[in-house]
């Protein structure tokens, strides 16, 4: 569904991505595994249409993307989910999901898939007509990767969805990832918490300085004593 080939990028004189090449295929959830610097955000910015390649490709679903804009390649059906949640705080619950549909011209359809995200996140049902702003880190999360749905994701780019919150909701918020994906949605997911991202994903990469330097199923990656000795608390 999704291939990187050879992809570099360059931004503020640092080379940030160099020669990184991995694919996500249908139905799978890929982890994207690496320490701060390792290139991980710049390579969902740089399939998403966010960040201009200087050399490489990115093709989703057979179609060359890498000089696509943004908001062509979200049309498509390849929608990133960006780190820090980005909730518009003064809109609704309700409000943000229906920002989510921007790009979609039926309303009925958008109805329908808020509501399908209802189903899926009962707290946000819960939550339709409070601030987006109000909300618990948690619930943010889950309102920003609702948002993300009403859009019509085939593949779904998650960056750092865990990122400060409790582990109880840490494991609430990969529940919902997983279910998202057993409906049919593609997820390629950036995670500092090795841990948690293993346990839902198929397969996985590890980055060092822009270069994916391992890869493997989630059990291989999980019994990799490298792997463990960075990533996973040995």
Known sequence: MLELRDLDVHYDGVHALRGLSLTVG????????????????????????????????????????TREKAHKIAALGL????????????????????????????????????????????????????QGGTLSGGEQQLLAIGRAMVTGPRLLLLDEPSMGLAPLIV??????IAQINAEGTSVLLVEQNAVAALKIAHRGYVMENGACVLQGSAAELREDTRVAEAYLGG
Do not use: W
Not at 32 to 56: D, E, F, I, M, Y
């Open 79 to 130: 929608v990133h989910v960006p780190e820090g949640r980005r909730v518009f705080s003064t809109l609704t619950v309700h409000e943000n999901l229906q920002l989510g549909g921007y790009l979609v011209r039926d309303h009925a359809e958008i109805r329908r898939r808020v509501d399908r995200v209802y189903d899926v996140m009962p707290r946000l049902a819960e939550r339709r007509a409070q």
């Open 171 to 176: 494991a609430s918020v990969m529940e919902t």
């Open 26 to 65: 249908p139905g799978e959830i890929v982890a994207l595994l690496g320490n701060n610097g390792a290139g991980k955000t710049t390579t969902l910015s740089a399939a998403s249409g966010l960040v201009r390649p200087s050399g490489g490709a990115v093709t989703f679903d057979g179609r060359d993307i």
